[in-house]
T-cell receptor, first 115, second 111 residues
Framework: GAGVSQTPSNKVTEKGKYVELRCDPISGHTALYWYRQSLGQGPEFLIYFQGTGAADDSGLPNDRFFAVRPEGSVSTLKIQRTERGDSAVYLC?????????????FGPGTRLTVL | AQSVTQLGSHVSVSEGALVLLRCNYSSSVPPYLFWYVQYPNQGLQLLLKYTTGATLVKGINGFEAEFKKSETSFHLTKPSAHMSDAAEYFCAGGGADGLTFGKGTHLIIQP
């Protein structure tokens, strides 16, 4: 079956621009997570959704970052006024529900480069 | 604060040798622990997880890990390394609100 997909796979933008990163979770998965992986580091939690609502956005670094999941399926991570420090791989994961019994399945990521 | 520490950013072993990747977690991390593997240009794949029950956990591809509460450790092992095991390995812990990952260990397999 189809796994988690993310588009685009690569995004190059200029400092100050706005970008949107898309995540398509596994069908039927109600929980969706966003992580950011900087070079040489492990993934860092950003935000997670249970259904349409953001259950925990404590990992978002500042108010330039925002994510939505309007219909409880596809999610979009939005970054305003991008900075060079935003360059990283952005990972999305989904699971059947929240809770540790449910494995998080990761997508291949979107590599964002801010010039 | 929750933290997961992986000892050794790079580990090199010979093909056929024992693989040991070390992971320690802070006591503030809920005792739910995971190992993920990341191959180049691919997403993270779950190798194994510990939630409750037996402390020795077996995963895919011949890997296993043992949860040791007294040592706050969750080291990953494989008896005999294969060239296809070369990848980045991440230990993670946490709760329902997202995982806390270590920085990763790059496993190199020498022929």
């Amino acid at each position: 079956g189809a796994g988690v997909s993310q588009t685009p796979s690569n995004k190059v933008t200029e400092k100050g621009k706005y970008v949107e990163l898309r995540c398509d979770p596994i069908s039927g998965h109600t929980a969706l997570y966003w992580y950011r992986q900087s070079l040489g580091q492990g993934p860092e939690f950003l935000i997670y959704f249970q259904g349409t609502g953001a259950a925990d956005d404590s990992g978002l670094p500042n108010d330039r970052f925002f994510a939505v999941r309007p219909e409880g399926s596809v999610s979009t991570l939005k970054i305003q006024r991008t900075e060079r420090g935003d360059s990283a791989v952005y990972l999305c994961a989904s699971s059947l529900s929240t809770g540790l019994a449910y494995t998080q399945y990761f997508g291949p990521g979107t590599r964002l480069t801010v010039l | 604060a929750q933290s997961v520490t992986q000892l050794g950013s790079h580990v090199s072993v010979s093909e056929g040798a024992l693989v040991l990747l070390r992971c320690n977690y802070s006591s503030s991390v809920p005792p739910y622990l995971f190992w993920y593997v990341q191959y180049p240009n691919q997403g993270l794949q779950l190798l194994l997880k510990y939630t409750t029950g037996a402390t020795l956990v077996k995963g895919i591809n011949g890997f296993e890990a043992e949860f040791k509460k007294s040592e706050t450790s969750f080291h990953l092992t494989k008896p005999s390394a294969h060239m296809s095991d070369a990848a980045e390995y991440f230990c993670a812990g946490g709760g329902a609100d997202g995982l806390t990952f270590g920085k990763g260990t790059h496993l190199i397999i020498q022929p």
